[in-house]
Each structure stands twice: as structure tokens, then as C-alpha cells.
């Protein structure tokens, strides 16, 4: 079992910067591939983020590549978002994943555990 608790989101202006944090608890940090994910209202849940267990690996969505960096601590057990450049539609709910794998993994549905999410708000 991996317990995720996210901090960090806010409201914003646009073009602003914020840090997210996904602090995990439970088994080792350092076996689990990390991911970041957003939900706006009425819309699906979606990737923004990835990074292996190593961190030697990371993968962005388009939308985000060249304003977010993923990374993680695993000495603090600690998967970070930078957000910097913010725009309106990044408002979202973001939450981080865990899934027990060597690689990136992109696909919602294989997350083994979820954090509870944290709001980001970006206004214009």
C-alpha cells in the first residue's frame, strides 16, 4: 500500500508559477513509477507528467512540454510538479499516481494508487 497526499495548488495569474508536492507513505517510494494527472470540471482525467522510479526517465504532454518539469526526491519520498507559465485552461484538479514498473507509464487505468488532488486555479 502507497498512501499519496498532494499540497501546493492555488490560485494564480496567468503566467504565474506554482510547485506541487506528492508526498507517499507505505512501501519503499523508490519501485514506483510517479505521474502526475489533471481533471478540469466535465472533463476526463488526463496525463500532464510522468517520471520512472529511477528519474532518469520523464514524459510530457504536449500542452505542458517546456513549462512543466516533473521530478522526485526519493530520499523524501516526494514527486514534484514545477508549473511555471501558467494559462487559464491548466486549471484543473491535479493528482499524482503510483504504479509498482521500471518505465513511464502513461495510462490512467494503470495507476495503482492515487492521490487526493489538489486545485489549481489560473486566472486570466
Known amino acids: 500500500q502507497v498512501q499519496l497526499v498532494e499540497s501546493g495548488g492555488g490560485l494564480v495569474q496567468a503566467g504565474g508559477s506554482l510547485r506541487l508536492s506528492c508526498a507517499a507513505s507505505?512501501?519503499?517510494?523508490?519501485?514506483?513509477?510517479m505521474g502526475w494527472f489533471r481533471q478540469a470540471p466535465g472533463k476526463e482525467r488526463n496525463l500532464v507528467a510522468a517520471v520512472t522510479r529511477s528519474g532518469g526517465s520523464t514524459y510530457y504532454v504536449n500542452s505542458v512540454k517546456g513549462r512543466f518539469t516533473i521530478s522526485r526526491d526519493n530520499a523524501k519520498n516526494t514527486v514534484y510538479l514545477q508549473m511555471n507559465s501558467l494559462k487559464p485552461e491548466d486549471t484543473a484538479v491535479y493528482y499524482c499516481a503510483a504504479r509498482l514498473s521500471f518505465n513511464v507509464v502513461t495510462t490512467a487505468s494503470m495507476y495503482d494508487y492515487w492521490g487526493q488532488g489538489t486545485q489549481v486555479t489560473v486566472s486570466s
Open positions: 507505505g512501501r519503499t517510494f523508490s519501485i514506483y513509477a
